[in-house]
């Protein structure tokens, strides 16, 4: 069965695949790099991911282009502010950008590319947009898209435009959510900001022509797909697909996957409503990447998702329940044999699995069934029911579900570490809830041996000691039929 993706372009459910050699071209907006990415942002990055691990595991290859919006209105007036170049201020940001996508196991995608990169190709393109007709220039030497040339223009958004005032130019990047206006390729330098010699003149491009350019560069003139937040289809994309396909007459994208927008305490998430949460906010506050990672993902991207602390509490427990069932299952000692009830489960949640990532890439479906094993295999193992050879199919299954989801692995105290450095170092750990100093793995194991050899020896105030020692630092230790297994509070 294929993958049945929504496309906001035909406004239906259709079969995904790409159209030539077994390549899936994508392109997804990246962040614009003027401050940490928040979790909003990263619940689209996250859906993308997912997206991209499900086709991998389909069995496609991938070019996935993803831009880092290194110039645009907000960061060339931030960085005129602080008397910095563009490239300096917006490094740190794109430096912690890349970061903040390794605590949350985002794969890199096969081309990051900065728009201050593709700034001659730029203007080429608003350049032969001018031959054909599409482009005009203003007195002060900015160039506009003229979007009554475009016929075409809403096709994306499914706007009408009919009543709309021909020739009403924009020139902010920042979004106008219902206005139709010719839109600004190139915007004229100003006194004091950051601008670039180009074949049309001096300037910077505007935000939406980074995007065609850059896409078209590396996936040529028609591609797969095109991805991005939802606030993202009207105009940006609009506007990419009129130039894009002005200029070369072909269909740009062929399929658009839009991510529902999260809200944060059932609100729309914003500085002014105390209610903005960058991913290193929380890491702060204790809360581990993985939990978040799971909490992003427990949503369909076609959903609304409501981020709570309560709700983030719970992704906590639901990797736990993972890690420690894989732990079990691992470390069993069972009897030979099989277990056929449990062959057959194994074998029909991974069925389930693939079942509810192609429908649309439900997530919460693909979650479930996991679920659903686990606690199954749970009382085979408390019932001794388990046999050998039901290892093998149940860590299978484990593992297609952590190949999309990434929460399995515990590496979340080292990232929750780092992340406490960077404060440190940066003079943000105010009001964290996260001073203490987290114990690493190796260290963890170095106590349990000792504690393992105290009680050998009947050393029990040693062997005591040392559980204390471990309790303080939130390991918690269980002496199972099995042997000794630990694991972070
Ligand atoms: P930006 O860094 O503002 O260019 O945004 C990067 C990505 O995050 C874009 O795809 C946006 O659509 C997306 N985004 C921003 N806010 C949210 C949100 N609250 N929920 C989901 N996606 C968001
Ligand atoms: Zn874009």
Known sequence: ???????????????????????????????????????????????????????????????????????????????????????????????????DMGTLNLERPEKMVRATEHIAEMAEFIKKLEA???????????????????????????????????????????????????????????????????VIGPGRPGWH?????????????????????????FPHHENEIAQSEALTGKIFSRFWMHVRFLLVEGKKMSKSEGNFYTLRDLLLKGYKPSAIRFLLTSVPYTKQLNFTFAGLEQGAKSVDRLRTFKSRVETAQLLPGANARIQELAAETRREMTAGMQDDLNTARAQAAIFDMVREGNIALDESTLKQNDKAPLLAALQQFDEIFAVIKDDDAEKIARATEWAKAHGKLEGSALTADIMSDADVEKLIAERNAAKKSRDFA???????????????????????????K
């Open 132 to 198: 054909k007709g599409f482009a005009y220039k203003t007195e002060d030497g900015s160039y506009y898209f003229s979007i009554a040339k475009f016929p075409e223009y809403g096709k994306l958004s499914k706007k009408d435009f009919g009543g709309m005032e021909i020739g009403a130019r924009v020139d902010v990047d920042e979004y106008e959510k219902d206005n139709a206006r010719d839109f600004a390729l190139w915007k004229a330098p100003k006194p004091g900001e950051a601008s670039w010699d180009s």
């Open 1 to 99: 069965m294929p993958l049945h993706l929504y496309n906001t372009l035909s406004n239906k459910v259709e079969d995904f695949a790409p159209l030539t050699d077994n390549t899936v071209r994508m392109y997804a907006c990246g962040p614009t790099v003027y401050d940490y990415g928040h979790i909003g942002n990263f619940r689209t990055f996250v859906a993308v991911d997912i997206l991209r691990r499900f086709l991998l595991q389909s069995g496609y290859k991938l070019q996935h282009v993803m831009n880092i919006t290194d110039v645009d209105d907000k960061i060339i007036r931030n960085a005129a502010r602080e008397q910095k170049t563009v490239q300096e201020y917006t490094r740190p940001y794109e430096d912690a950008f890349l970061e």
């Open 462 to 488: 040693r062997s005591d000691a040392i559980r204390k020692e471990l309790t303080e630092a939130g390991i918690v230790v269980e002496d199972t039929k099995d042997g000794i297994r630990w694991k972070r």
């Open 209 to 233: 022509i980074e995007c065609s350019v850059m896409a078209m560069k590396y996936l040529g003139d028609s591609f797969d797909l095109h991805g991005g937040g939802e606030d993202l289809t």
